[in-house]
């Protein structure tokens, strides 16, 4: 028997602006196929015929969505409804848990997630009906769970724009997610929301480090721009959180404290972290950016990933998912339990008003007789 170690797999050529570099095979295709060296030069014309090609576009389809509210059961999650106005999300961020959703349009979780972005160009008036039905009552609502509602398409389309025209017509309140900046730009409707207590917005923050970010995530905006954010809306009487999520071990991980002081600074209130999920496809396409990024690293990272989801690279239990498992995620716990309360930050969700909701006005443009 060879006592040879096996010969490290060949990567990809880094494709720039992109987080993923290949168009990884979804769980539910029947083949998948692996770049192989076989010593004839095969991988370097393949190398130099990809460098030659011309960076992947970003391809959107216009759908009409047939739903827009996603009812939630998972215990461990703060709230109990959502909306994505978007499928796939062009910021690319390495380690995104949402990039298996594209397995189900037959879709790359890897480089099509972050090149095929599906607009749902219905979602205001789908939205519209379903606060309109009769019984319906409001519920915790978050807006940009498994995609950015900020997409770059955005300052075009105006999806995000529309849904929370809605939700202000409504009196729903909202809590909505973004590492855009764009979200700056709804600060009138955000910010009126916000004065009736029908508003909150959180912004995620990963590194401070932006070299890092520009790796990392590679089509969000800058972490001096989203500092700016948080200020922004602070400004404008919004209330704001910050997400450290996720939380990488020997990555982001030594900047957990600095990256929440600077929030706080800036006008956070509220902040949560989650430390780094791999669930189905995620696992290979990350393990596959840190041999690109930080091979000296990669085995340490992922070791300690593992030692914090049970041995897994992930555990979807509920109950441990959200916060690992563990000496290391328990010390990761405390870490941020004592920085929050020195920085004044809670680890709740903002307090929202329920109570002022009122249907909107339906499609068809006919009014209440009350």
């Known amino acids: 028997m060879s006592s040879e170690a096996p010969a490290p797999q060949p990567q990809p050529p880094l494709i720039k602006g992109r987080g993923s570099h290949r168009r990884l095979a979804h769980r539910f295709e029947a083949t998948q196929r692996d770049a192989f060296d076989d010593g004839w030069g095969g991988m370097q014309a393949q190398q130099l015929q990809h460098e030659e090609a011309p960076a992947p576009r970003t391809i959107v389809i216009h759908e009409p969505a047939r739903s827009i509210l996603c009812s939630n059961q998972s215990p461990d999650i703060g709230f109990e409804r959502s909306i994505n106005p978007y499928r796939g999300c062009e910021h690319g961020c390495s380690y995104c848990f949402a990039r298996p959703t594209h397995s189900y349009l037959n879709l790359s979780p890897g480089l099509d997630f972050e090149t095929h972005i599906v607009a749902k160009t219905n979602a205001a008036e789908l939205l519209r009906e379903a606060l309109a039905r009769p019984g319906f009552a409001p519920r915790p609502l978050c807006l940009g769970v498994a995609t950015d509602a900020y997409q770059p398409i955005e300052r075009e389309l105006r999806i995000t724009r529309g849904l929370l025209e809605v939700l202000a017509e409504a009196r729903h309140p909202v809590s909505l997610i973004t590492k855009s900046a764009l979200v700056m730009r709804d600060l009138d409707v955000l910010g009126s929301m916000a004065a009736q207590r029908q508003a909150a917005v959180y912004v ?36 704001v959180g910050v997400s450290v999520s996720p939380v990488i071990p020997f990555l982001n991980e030594p900047e957990l404290e600095r990256i929440l002081q600077a929030a706080a600074e800036a006008g956070a209130t509220r902040a949560f972290s989650i430390p780094l999920r791999l669930p189905w496809e995620v696992a290979p396409l990350f393990r596959q950016w840190l041999a690109q990024h930080e091979p000296l690293k990669a085995e340490r990272i992922m070791a300690r990933v593992q030692d914090m989801r049970g041995g897994r690279d992930n555990d979807p239990s509920f109950g441990s998912r959200m916060r690992g498992q563990g000496l290391w995620a328990e010390l990761l716990t405390q870490r941020f339990r004592k920085a929050c309360q020195r920085l004044g930050l809670q680890r709740v969700t903002h307090e929202l008003d329920y109570s002022a909701f009122r249907p909107p006005a339906p499609v068809s443009g006919q009014g209440s007789l009350f």
């Open 204 to 239: 995620s923050l990963t590194t401070l480090d932006a070299g890092l970010a520009r790796r990392l995530e590679p089509r969000a905006a800058a972490p001096h721009r989203r500092l700016q954010t948080i200020a922004a809306l602070a400004q404008a009487g919004v209330p």
